[in-house]
């Protein structure tokens, strides 16, 4: 069954520095998604993108974020001087043309010191 | 504003019985609701979705929307063990989904 992939599971990085964190969509799928999950807090939207373009961001994604699809089949979180309340779990969804179900890849946590 | 809300639980009930999950939502535009388990550290995983009033079954899974009323629920079936996790409600509110802090369930043996 097709599966939306992530990398690093984990990262560790320091206050001031850049993170890019890498998603593989499922493969014949159209819209995507981050979102992130601070540890015992909800799930929130940061980004959505459509046919190479941000469709929608929320007030949390700032000028510090910026996503990409470098290729047919990665799609980037780029984070340029991350800050300690950057710490969470970073979550990438895709969902298909067709349905509105978004899926969710594992996640990568990120850990800023 | 766009607000989706559940109790947060923890919800507790014997293996067998019937899990009742409920969750509202304060906005007009979302048609469209999705409830997800989320195991603990692990990513959401969809369960079901539902789109029109009325009531949809999959297997032990039942979703219920009530536009009018703004309320989504999810009943679990023959609760398991392994149902134990933290369930999240979505709207969907075009390109992006919002989601409620999620109701916590321990089906006990």
């Known amino acids: 069954e097709p599966e939306v992939t992530q990398t690093p599971s984990h990262q560790v990085t320091q206050m001031g520095q850049e993170v890019i964190l890498r998603c593989v969509p499922i493969s014949n799928h159209l819209y995507f998604y981050w979102y992130r999950q601070i540890l015992g807090q909800k799930v929130e939207f940061l980004v959505s993108?459509?046919?190479?373009?941000?469709?929608?961001k929320s007030e949390i994604f700032d000028d510090q974020f910026s996503v990409e699809r470098p290729d047919g089949s990665n799609f980037t979180l780029k984070i340029r001087s991350t800050k300690l309340e950057d710490s969470a779990m970073y979550f990438c969804a895709s969902r298909g043309g067709s349905s509105y179900e978004q899926y969710f890849g594992p996640g990568t946590r990120l850990t800023v010191t | 504003q766009k607000e989706v809300e559940q109790n947060s639980g923890p919800l507790s009930v014997p293996e067998g019985a019937i899990a009742s999950l409920n969750c509202t939502y304060s906005?007009?535009?979302?048609?469209?609701f999705f409830w997800y388990r989320q195991y603990s550290g692990k990513s959401p995983e969809l369960i079901m979705s539902i789109y029109s009033n009325g009531d949809k079954e999959d297997g032990r899974f039942t979703a219920q929307l009530n536009k009018a009323s703004q309320y989504v629920s999810l009943l679990i079936r023959d609760s398991q063990p392994s149902d134990s996790a933290t369930y999240l409600c979505a709207g969907d509110y075009g390109q992006n989904f919002v989601f409620g802090p999620g109701t916590r369930l321990s089906v006990l043996p």
């Open positions: 993108f459509y046919n190479n373009e941000i469709s929608e």
């Open positions: 906005d007009r535009v979302s048609q469209s």
